[in-house]
């Protein structure tokens, strides 16, 4: 099982950026790909992007999300970061890193989850 912390939520305005970190720890040699899922009020969970753990990093996002999210890791800290630019209210919600030790298929692919941290963009 792999362990997982988020860390760097807030209260931003509209227009700002946040980043946010993930710190992994356990079997995080068993990682095959990581991501970031967020969950407003009264929402189900929904999709923000994911990163692969090994080889290149290669990553892809919600279409909701590109050109303004940016996925990144730095394996020797077992932390993936989310870097969040030109924030609007609609990307408020608790945000969740997530691990699957196999490629990803949907939601339930990953199996460790983290506790989840609270943005808010104010208008």
């Known amino acids: 099982q792999v362990q997982l912390v988020e860390s760097g939520g807030g209260l931003v305005q509209t227009g700002g950026s946040l980043r946010l970190s993930c710190a992994a720890s356990g079997r995080t040699f068993s990682t095959y790909v990581m991501g970031w899922f967020r969950q407003a009020p009264g929402k189900e969970r929904e999709f923000v992007g994911t990163i692969s753990w090994r080889g290149s990093g290669s990553t892809y996002y919600a279409d909701s999300v590109k050109r303004r999210f940016t996925i990144s890791r730095d394996n020797a800290k077992n932390t993936m970061y989310l870097q969040m630019n030109s924030l609007n209210p609609e990307d408020t919600g608790v945000y969740y890193c997530?691990?699957?030790?196999?490629?990803?298929?949907?939601?339930?692919?990953?199996?460790?989850w983290g506790q989840g941290t609270q943005v808010t963009v104010s208008s």
């Open positions: 997530a691990a699957s030790s196999r490629p990803w298929t949907s939601i339930s692919s990953f199996d460790s």
